[in-house]
């Protein structure tokens, strides 16, 4: 079994700042990809955000130079942290754990971001 639970979501103005955490546990050692996806109303679910294992990162473009996803080294923990926040990005954020050895999936319940202009 594994549980992943985000954290840190809130309300905040624009041009304001938010960071987001997640940790997944349990049975977690052939995750080796995790991520940040969110649904803003009326949208589907979309990326925000990757890190693998080895550091290296994905961001979707309406996010580039204002976030910045980070991993713990030893912990299967990740954050997000949101910079400069726009109306745009209000909505729910949740956390994946994934396996490519098993693409087994986790997701987390989501945290909800607001962001008032």
């Known amino acids: 079994q594994v549980q992943v639970v985000e954290s840190g979501g809130g309300r905040v103005q624009a041009g304001g700042s938010l960071r987001l955490s997640c940790e997944a546990s349990?049975?977690?050692?052939?995750?080796?990809?995790m991520g940040w996806y969110r649904q803003s109303p009326g949208k589907q679910r979309e990326l925000v955000a990757t890190?693998?294992?080895?550091?290296?990162?994905h961001y979707t473009d309406s996010v580039k130079g204002r976030f910045n996803i980070s991993r713990h080294k030893v912990k299967k923990m990740v954050f997000l942290q949101m910079d400069n926040l726009e109306a745009e990005d209000t909505g729910i954020y949740y956390c994946?754990?994934?396996?490519?050895?098993?693409?087994?999936?986790?997701w987390g319940q989501g945290t909800e971001v607001t962001v008032s202009s």
């Open positions: 890190i693998l294992n080895n550091g290296m990162t």
């Open positions: 994946k754990g994934r396996s490519s050895y098993t693409s087994a999936e986790y």
């Open positions: 349990g049975r977690i050692s052939y995750i080796n990809v």
